[in-house]
């Protein structure tokens, strides 16, 4: 027991996704399909991992009444203090290491899933388990098959074969086909509070409470983003676009042509982080807006000074303006428009 409290942090969370999961192993109940779905970072592919050894682990198997009473994962999707898989066994150890002949994760080749990942996947399922008593087949960022690869998928989800579940991780169900969905028992993951985020990075990586509250918040309820900002420089380059964004959309001033390209060419020099820089400068115009109305929902707390200093001098009009702006250069980005030229027309509509 002490080794799984060390091993976890002995971090719980309640939520309903455990719950289901919990339930499917304590009833012997487990759907032959399984649809995960959240934003990135919630533990979705984490979780179906845990699931897959809990779905095999012999003291599991062997004290279902017991041993799965409760969830079977933590915020980020590690194994439970007390209820899930043990971790240690010959079944956890290979499947952690993916090493589990009857445990199988299938991931975008590039840019999509493709029909001849499905295919191969169809010929293994039409073998029975090596050793497994559940073959587990994860399907992750099922959003990126191709309509070929999802038709070819729908027939192993129309016959599944024995002793086999599937688990497609999406972010939405409505970036899968219709026919999927619904041949698939959807599980949601939600986004972990922000408080709970707080809590994981100062008791993991031991950060400053000022910078803990920032980067819970710039996560949006993504764990794995959380950790990635703490890594990173992103506070002082958070700090250096809310300071540009202020003298170019509220003072109007120091930001004549030659200050607005050089500040659009070292956005589109952030390639990696543009869509988080993109985010950013969408939270902080929308908290302008909700701080005319209510100034205790705004996200960035930490600026409510600046954020409550530029309420009073901008119309509700030109910020809803301005934050379609962002939205369209995020698409156009996705579109895998110009990044240079994205950049310098957004500043531009940034600064009327």
Same mark, same amino acid.
């Given at each position: 027991? *002490?080794? *799984?409290?060390?091993?976890?942090?002995?971090?719980?969370?309640?939520?309903?996704?455990?719950?289901?999961?919990?339930?499917?192993?304590?009833?012997?109940?487990?759907?032959?399909?399984?649809?995960?779905?959240?934003?990135?970072?919630?533990?979705?592919?984490?979780?179906?991992?845990?699931?897959?050894?809990?779905?095999?682990?012999?003291?599991?198997?062997?004290?279902?009444?017991?041993?799965?009473?409760?969830?079977?994962?933590?915020?980020?999707?590690?194994?439970?203090?007390?209820?899930?898989?043990?971790?240690?066994?010959?079944?956890?150890?290979?499947?952690?290491?993916?090493?589990?002949?009857?445990?199988?994760?299938?991931?975008?080749?590039?840019?999509?899933?493709?029909?001849?990942?499905?295919?191969?996947?169809?010929?293994?399922?039409?073998?029975?388990?090596?050793?497994?008593?559940?073959?587990?087949?994860?399907?992750?960022?099922?959003?990126?098959?191709?309509?070929? /690869?999802?038709?070819?998928?729908?027939?192993?989800?129309?016959?599944?074969?024995?002793?086999?579940?599937?688990?497609?991780?999406?972010?939405?169900?409505?970036?899968? !086909?219709?026919?999927?969905?619904? *041949?698939?028992?959807?599980?949601?993951?939600?986004?972990?509070?922000?408080?709970?985020?707080?809590?994981?990075?100062?008791?993991?990586?031991?950060?400053?409470?000022?910078?803990?509250?920032?980067? /819970?918040? !710039?996560?949006?309820?993504?764990?794995?983003?959380?950790?990635?900002?703490?890594?990173?420089?992103?506070?002082?380059?958070?700090?250096?676009?809310?300071?540009?964004?202020?003298?170019?959309?509220?003072?109007?001033?120091?930001?004549?042509?030659?200050?607005?390209?050089?500040?659009?060419?070292?956005?589109?020099?952030?390639?990696?982080?543009?869509?988080?820089? !993109?985010?950013?400068?969408?939270?902080?115009?929308?908290?302008?807006?909700?701080?005319?109305?209510?100034?205790?929902?705004?996200?960035?707390?930490?600026?409510?000074?600046?954020?409550?200093?530029?309420?009073?001098?901008?119309?509700?009009?030109?910020?809803?303006?301005?934050?379609?702006?962002?939205?369209?250069?995020?698409?156009?980005? *996705?579109?895998?428009?110009?990044?240079?030229?994205?950049?310098?027309?957004?500043?531009?509509?940034?600064?009327?």
């Amino acid at each position: 027991m *002490r080794k *799984r409290a060390e091993r976890t942090g002995g971090l719980l969370i309640h939520n309903r996704a455990s719950k289901w999961l919990s339930a499917f192993i304590r009833k012997e109940t487990i759907p032959h399909a399984l649809l995960f779905t959240g934003i990135e970072g919630v533990g979705k592919r984490t979780s179906a991992m845990t699931f897959a050894m809990a779905c095999n682990c012999p003291s599991v198997v062997s004290c279902q009444s017991s041993v799965v009473s409760g969830p079977l994962t933590t915020d980020n999707g590690q194994l439970t203090t007390d209820n899930g898989p043990c971790g240690d066994c010959r079944s956890c150890r290979k499947i952690r290491s993916g090493s589990h002949p009857d445990i199988s994760l299938v991931e975008p080749s590039g840019t999509f899933i493709r029909i001849a990942q499905i295919r191969e996947l169809c010929h293994t399922l039409s073998m029975k388990p090596y050793e497994a008593r559940m073959r587990v087949v994860i399907i992750a960022n099922a959003q990126a098959m191709n309509p070929e /690869a999802g038709n070819a998928l729908l027939k192993v989800l129309e016959e599944p074969p024995e002793r086999t579940v599937l688990i497609l991780t999406a972010i939405q169900t409505s970036d899968l !086909l219709p026919t999927i969905v619904s *041949r698939c028992q959807h599980i949601r993951f939600d986004p972990i509070p922000r408080e709970r985020l707080e809590t994981l990075l100062l008791e993991k990586k031991q950060i400053r409470p000022d910078d803990a509250e920032v980067i /819970a918040t !710039l996560a949006n309820g993504s764990y794995s983003k959380a950790f990635s900002i703490s890594r990173t420089n992103w506070i002082n380059r958070r700090k250096w676009l809310i300071r540009e964004l202020e003298s170019l959309v509220i003072e109007k001033q120091g930001h004549g042509t030659a200050r607005m390209l050089a500040f659009a060419e070292r956005l589109s020099k952030n390639k990696d982080i543009l869509p988080d820089l !993109l985010e950013v400068m969408k939270t902080w115009l929308r908290d302008i807006v909700v701080c005319k109305y209510d100034p205790e929902k705004i996200i960035n707390r930490d600026l409510g000074d600046s954020i409550q200093h530029a309420s009073r001098k901008i119309t509700v009009a030109s910020l809803l303006s301005k934050i379609k702006s962002v939205d369209s250069a995020r698409k156009n980005l *996705r579109a895998n428009a110009n990044l240079r030229l994205t950049m310098e027309v957004l500043v531009c509509q940034l600064s009327f």
